[in-house]
């Protein structure tokens, strides 16, 4: 049912928010100190159109915006939407009563993320590739997607087309692609089985597509060049489909800051390393130790590191953090400490850091 609600609040994930007789109401693709109406279905409900617009409301970059889900927020204006960011951080410390000064947010520019991870599926004789719409398992077929760097950007019909060739029923699967300095790195997951003859054709495609390499479910079916990513002057090659921050120049900017703070330590455990982002950048000057889950991944640092010259020592040791996390004893061989964990957070880790002399970045 159509009603009409003023926006109050900007939810925490971008959502806005009015306030009914009945509770909060979503309203996604608004903004504060507007009217809308809406199509409310319980506590959320589906903007039909703005009534009163916010000064804050700018037109969305990309065509396919409030039907993808991947964006929420590209009706709102860059600074206003930086200054909501760092109060998220600033409202999330303040809510466990930690005390911290919040830096301002880096922002990274439009058409600079080079890691996407698309769903496609197969449907009417071709592929569709792109985003699932937002609470939903449809994928909606992307023609742009401009927060891309536009060497995937570019690729999508490619990659549409890759994903035609991949898919072996009408199930969704899952397409990583990752822009590296010798080109695309695709990785394939649940895509279906391949025969021989699947495999000839699949690498002339990729060969003639001019990518770096294909892999299915993690086995590498295909690779022309070696994808490398470039960890400020040490190259690693990462696993398919493997962790890697999504934008270059956000990680170059934490990056720095770990570098900055830890100036002068000797002996420093890098906590869910990955393929060594910050370890290899660390070891022109520190000793590191590495610790990371991904078996995959701690081979891609140490292969990195061997490659490279001008480097301390890095050692690597493969370790669920969560199960066994590093205790105060272990720690107190480091006087330096970078803690970089997934979303899932990791508090027994935190208690034993909490409790231990290093000098720590989060
Ligand atoms: C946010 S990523 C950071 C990686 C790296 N620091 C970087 O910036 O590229 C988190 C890392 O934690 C690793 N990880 C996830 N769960 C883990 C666990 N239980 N124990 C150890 N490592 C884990 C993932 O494999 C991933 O490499």
């Known amino acids: 049912m159509s009603a009409r609600f003023r926006i109050t609040a900007l939810g925490a994930q971008g959502d806005g928010i009015a306030v009914s007789d009945t509770g909060p109401v979503f309203v996604p693709f608004t903004l504060p100190g507007e009217t809308v109406t809406a199509a409310r279905r319980k506590e959320r409900a589906e ?8 000064p804050e409301r700018i037109a969305p970059a990309c065509r396919h915006f409030t039907v993808c889900g991947g964006c929420a927020l590209q009706h709102m204006r860059d ?20 005390e911290a000064p919040v830096a301002g947010i880096v922002p990274c520019r439009s058409g600079s993320r080079r890691r996407a991870v698309f769903s496609a599926r197969l449907a009417q004789g071709r592929a569709v590739l792109g985003y699932n719409r937002a609470f939903s398992h449809e994928i909606i077929d992307i023609e742009e997607c401009p927060i891309l760097v536009p060497e995937i950007e570019g690729k999508l019909p490619l990659l549409r087309e890759l994903a035609g060739r991949l ?78 921050q999504a934008v270059a120049s956000a990680e ?17 455990v890098d906590l869910f390393s990955g393929s060594g982002t910050f370890a290899l950048r660390l070891a022109r000057r520190s000793e590191v130790h590495a610790v990371e889950g991904d078996a995959a991944a701690l081979a891609a640092l140490d292969r990195g590191f061997r490659a490279a010259s001008g480097l301390r020592r890095v050692t690597t040791e493969k370790r669920d953090l969560f199960r066994r996390p590093l205790t105060v004893k272990e720690l107190a061989a480091f006087d330096g400490l970078v803690f970089d964990p997934p979303r899932a957070g ?14 720590k970045v989060g």
């Open 47 to 54: 903007l039909i159109a703005v009534i009163e617009t916010a």
């Open 79 to 98: 600074d206003v939407y930086l200054a909501w960011k760092r109060q998220k951080v600033a409202d999330a410390l303040r809510a466990r009563r930690i």
């Open 167 to 244: 898919g072996r029923s009408r199930d969704a699967f899952h397409l990583t692609v990752t822009r590296t300095e010798s080109g695309l790195d695709v990785a394939a997951a649940a895509s279906g089985p391949l025969s021989a003859a699947d495999r000839l054709s699949l690498t002339e495609f990729v060969v003639g597509s001019g990518f770096a390499r294909l892999s299915v479910d993690g086995e590498i079916i295909v690779e022309p060049r070696k994808p490398q990513v470039d960890f400020s002057g040490v190259m690693v090659t990462p696993p398919p489909g493997g962790f890697l």
């Open 252 to 268: 170059e900017a934490m990056a720095e800051r770990v570098l900055k703070h830890l100036e002068g330590a000797k002996r420093v």
């Open 346 to 359: 990791a508090e027994d880790l935190s208690r034993q850091i909490a409790r231990s002399d290093v000098p």
